[in-house]
Nanobody, 123 residues
């Protein structure tokens, strides 16, 4: 069982940066693939970024490549999303997810979800 708690969201101007954090509890955290997803008002939840168990391989949605970076600290049971060059269209609730299968595979969906953290990017 994995429990996830996101933090770090807020209001930022376009072009600015935010760093989201996801704290995980559960003794087998290191065996889970981790990802970030987002849901804008009136839209479906969409994939943003994922990182594998070892913290090495990553996958990004095309619309964040070069702007967002996912990382994890297994020792601290944390996963992060560094978001730079933010755009108004990045406004959404951002969710952390965990899966036993690799989230680097597009068809994989998380088994566990956090409650989400709101990101608002003003123009």
């Amino acid at each position: 069982q994995v429990q996830l708690v996101e933090s770090g969201g807020g209001l930022v101007q376009a072009g600015g940066s935010l760093r989201l954090s996801c704290a995980a509890s559960g003794r087998t955290f290191s065996s889970y693939s981790m990802g970030w997803f987002r849901q804008a008002p009136g839209k479906e939840r969409e994939f943003v970024a994922a990182i594998n168990w070892s913290g090495g391989p990553t996958r990004y949605a095309d619309f964040v490549k070069g702007r967002f970076t996912i990382s994890r600290d297994i020792a601290k049971n944390m996963v992060f999303l560094q978001m730079n060059s933010l755009k108004p269209e990045d406004t959404a609730v951002y969710y952390c997810g965990a899966a036993r299968n690799s989230l680097l595979v597009a068809s994989t969906t998380p088994t566990y979800w956090g409650q989400g953290t709101q990101v608002i990017v003003s123009s």
